[in-house]
């Protein structure tokens, strides 16, 4: 049996019924008291009014001694005026006022003398006085309802008098992964398996949301155990999640059994990714359904359950900054779905630009490395190469951002995690952020200003590397070039090399993976497919893509394929067998002005230094000698 | 004896000092490995590989039937294409694809037939497939070195097959407070004794940092405890901090102490508050003695501790953002001391404004409420009013910051704070934000564009309120008028009214504490001494003043004075007498465009309401028969 979507919604129509119809949820608060120096992150469940003032008396703001004021009316510089031992008291900073004393003069301006002191100028009544009540005064309102408490408010409530407050109680949420190819981390991953990832990411969620969360044990795609494993949550969490099993497929039961235990209200939020997601309750608990992709469970997570969470607290909603940038790419949309697409922000010839990574609901580690959300709304169709577009942000950017961050469009080396990596342990924000499309995607990327840097390595009709290619996009003088590596490039095939490949001439009716269009690797490849004349049609899997060297040779390990190209640190890597082909030149095509950026500074003395050089010799095929020289600066 | 500052160091400079000699303390690295899913906010002590790639084996995108593409290139919509059921195999999202089928045709394509099915359209080779590795390669580098871990990176981690990973220990943290004047907040609170308040900060700014932090007992002022002291926590944690007995008292040992057990590298800092600090080591583990005043000792914290930290965990340090502001007060700050000026931000006809807070070190609240800090640098004087000044901000400003958030300068009443209390209620973000400086500053606040409400109570020669004020201040028809409460002005006198006041002739000789300059309560004190004819001079402590009705009312209950003024709901609050002198009209002043803002609708609404006027009753003192009314709109 196939489940049919109710008619998808909009997420803010989608929260609107599902709060209409939770307000029981929202009304019952669970209250406790904790320890003050405890309340870091918690929420006031009332007004708090000061106990004590703060200071609770009045006390001497200074070393010194306390007086009579009336009495040093007459002391001038040139007229000193002496103070016998027992017209004035000695007093320390913090020291209550004693009475009849009502001032105190600072210990710098007073000299000893035989049988007292001398001063040289008057004090007002109550100067150098901590006013009881300066700070906080007993009876003052000093945090309102629903207050959430910052470091600095715990000791604000302790110096108070208030050791304890009530506080609202985290509400509990109960995460139950679901799904038959599912496993634990625990257990030993085989193919058509899947590791249980989801429930960790959302229990940080949660975590940094004031939520305690709960983890159940995953349940198989039947309804049997569904159906107890939600009793079961129902009964011990104010609200239940359930990821995977939402959507319309024959084993997704799971808007079935909720209407059988509570009611679905919506079953289908127009989102993209996202869309799968049920919004219901189990008896009175609030019952969300996350859609099993790993990117659809967070934004789901984020903007149904965290916000639902948030005005239960009364805390408001948290819009997202917006920063506006320029597309560096096409952006289709379909007109049914609002789609968040994950994006990565740089700045370019002073230009912030804004690149759309994988927009795949499984492609997790897009979302990590991604700076925000391009939010492209339903009834739009999507945004052109060079439009200015709004970038809702997944959190502040930092204050140094864009000057740290090296927008790099083009060819793909383990270098750029070399050099990343070790930018990290010198302790700089200074990264580069890569996009891989190949070396002449890079070029015309770095031609129409959408990055800094484009890795490239692309053969010369005279055997040099990128020249070519430079005159066809810029003018003369206008760019530099980085040397990053020397690298050798091969055929990749199984360990053991079963085939017996040798050179090109061995590939005819071999099947391949290839690097896609405008890669330096495959331009090689051609090449030299054409200096042996064989033609591209005799070999099979010749439009079969990948976008990187691992994934060229991940593919050959995984038998995908009889052979594939690319460099050698790749083969070493994968542990699979390598046939030498040809030296090249892998380096970053810079234009000359951005040779001056800090970053680009910090980035050729990486380049030059043995701790690079090092670590590019220990991953095997690589030449390390011109590292971080600039031709053409 | 007294200690002898060292020359006060800038930060900067102060920093590097210390930086230098605490060389080991960076350089020792320790590490431990924990779950990944445990390692939200750790920090990785190396770069991370993948495991095994995501999603570890080609599958099925969608719901639907696997087939080999080669079979349907032939199908179109206007001739199905018949696939006979050993042609194909059922397959759910997820599932691995088997071999030789190398795509999947979504179900919603795929019509039943007798002993198969028919497809209306043919698929490339992989359509519909997730192909392993799509998201993470295994051996790609996922994380660099020394990255801090976010929600989303955990399922990375778990889905890569990383299920524990190694992270940096975190630094431990011991914190002493000390002092003869310090109790614990366990303790009963007596006259020249302070609880203990600052440890429970600097805990959790230390546990928001990423560290542990460790407690120690509160040590008296004298040489062996400290010592003891200091040398315990030396021997069990990372980095020692003492609280107070820092500065140059003659009871603060510590700098002679620390020079015993290790080094002082800097003593006195350039900065205000905050001057008291020592930098120095106990062995080799670094010491910083903060002062005792709670915001001098966030300040070192925050300035010296933090960034220190910092630099040992490889995070960069956090620049804070800036935002440029009108000032609305003049500061005059000393040249020697770079002075961090507590300020709150508001937005008023269009324009960011900034008002300075309380200056004094022992003013937490003042920090607690604040937005940011005015930095006034050494060598800089200071700022006038109107002045457009950079405000360093604690934290990210939220989207909606301005728009919620009214300025508000002028008188005080308690409603002030009810008002907040049922805004936090509703959930909403409004707040009024107000200083107090008595009604004719708040109306000359009003009308230079310093705040958007000036609450003000001031009598006319008719009889009403506030009029004559404004005329004096505005042009006809510039200003509206919104009825807040109607209240009760008096005289305080201390429970039982030993000295048996009976009105204002009764006051002739006694003592009093006043309410400042300018203030409606203290013009209607001079207007009723006038028509009874008696000069202020008969007054003891005449210029004697507080800001607040609750200030006032405290000064006559612990007996600083034999009575003072305002209203009853103060005297309620602080149980003390109260004999009646007049009623008042309490009403915000703003001019008539302003009450357009969205924020002042709301606050209108609240006025109306049940809510407030209950709350106002039970205070006590109150007319709320017209809040909420707008006169002249």
Not at 589 to 600: E, F, S, T
């Amino acid at each position: 049996m196939r489940n049919i979507y109710l008619e998808t919604k909009e997420i803010e129509e989608g929260l609107e019924i599902f709060w209409g119809n939770i307000e029981r949820f929202f009304k019952e608060e669970g209250y406790e008291t904790i320890p003050s120096k405890d309340a870091l992150g918690r929420i006031s469940s009332h007004a708090i009014y000061a106990r004590y003032s703060t200071p609770s008396y009045h006390s001497s703001s200074v070393d010194g001694i306390m007086v009579k004021s009336e009495m040093t009316k007459e002391a001038r510089e040139n007229k000193p005026l002496f103070l016998a031992n027992e017209d004035f008291l000695y007093t320390n900073t913090g020291d209550a006022l004693i009475k009849p004393y009502d001032a105190v003069i600072m210990i710098e301006d007073v000299r000893n003398e035989d049988g007292g002191v001398s001063i040289l100028k008057p004090v007002n009544p109550w100067e150098n006085i901590r006013i009881q009540g300066e700070d906080v005064i007993e009876k003052d309102l000093i945090f309102e309802s629903y207050h959430k408490f910052s470091s600095v408010d715990l000791s604000v409530l302790i110096a108070a008098g208030i050791s304890e407050v009530e506080v609202l109680k985290k509400p509990s949420i109960g995460i139950i992964p679901s799904g038959n190819e599912i496993i634990d981390e625990k257990e030993t991953l085989v193919k058509g398996k899947i590791i249980e990832s989801n429930s960790a990411m959302l229990m940080a969620m949660a975590y940094e949301e004031g939520m305690d969360s709960k983890l159940y044990p995953i349940v198989s795609d039947d309804k049997d155990s569904i159906l107890k494993a939600l009793k079961k949550a129902q009964s011990e969490c104010d609200f239940v999640c359930l990821i995977a099993g939402t959507s319309a497929g024959s084993k997704d039961f799971t808007s079935e059994i909720v209407r059988e235990l509570g009611e679905v209200f919506v079953h289908g939020l127009s989102i993209k990714p996202g869309k799968p997601a049920i919004l219901g309750k189990i008896e009175e608990t609030p019952f969300v359904g996350l859609p099993g992709y790993p990117v659809s469970t967070n934004i789901v997570f984020e903007k149904v359950v965290i916000p639902t969470i948030r005005k239960k607290l009364r805390q408001a909603e948290e819009e997202k900054d917006l920063i506006r940038a320029k597309l560096t790419k096409n952006v289709i949309s379909s007109l049914k779905n609002r789609e968040y697409i994950r994006v990565k922000l740089g700045i370019v010839d002073d230009k912030t630009v804004v690149t759309p990574l994988d927009r795949k609901a499984g492609s997790l580690f897009s979302l990590s490395e991604s700076d925000g959300y391009l939010i492209v709304d339903r009834n739009i169709e999507g945004y052109q190469r060079g439009d200015m577009v709004d970038v809702s942000l997944h959190r502040p950017l930092k204050k140094n951002f864009f000057e740290n961050r090296l927008v790099s469009i083009g060819s793909h080396d383990l270098a750029l995690d070399v050099i990343n990596d070790i930018f990290a342990q010198k302790g700089k924000i200074t990264r580069i952020s890569s996009s891989h499309v190949g070396s002449i995607g890079g070029l015309k990327a770095l031609r129409d200003g959408d990055c800094v840097l484009a890795p490239s390595h692309l053969l010369d009709r005279a055997g040099t590397y990128n020249n070519d290619a430079i005159s066809m996009f810029f003018n003369k003088g206008e760019v530099s070039k980085i040397d990053v590596v020397g690298r050798m490039q091969g055929i990749y095939v199984p360990k053991g090399n079963p085939q017996n490949i040798k050179n090109i001439s061995d590939l005819v009716g071999k099947t391949m993976v290839n690097r896609q269009r405008g890669a330096g690797t495959r331009l090689l490849f051609d090449y030299l497919l054409k200096k042996e004349d064989i033609s591209e049609d005799v070999i099979k899997g010749y439009d079969n893509e990948v976008t990187t060297h691992l994934s060229a040779a991940l593919a050959v390990k995984n038998g995908d394929c009889d052979f594939s190209i690319g460099v050698k640190s790749a083969a070493i890597k994968m542990d699979i067998d390598f046939i030498y082909l040809k030296d090249e030149e892998y380096q970053f095509i810079i234009k000359k002005q951005n040779l001056q950026l800090k970053a680009v500074k910090e980035l050729v003395e990486i380049l030059k230094s043995d701790q690079f050089k090092r670590r590019m010799k220990d991953l095997g095929g690589y030449n390390v000698k011109t590292s971080g020289n600039i031709i053409g600066d």
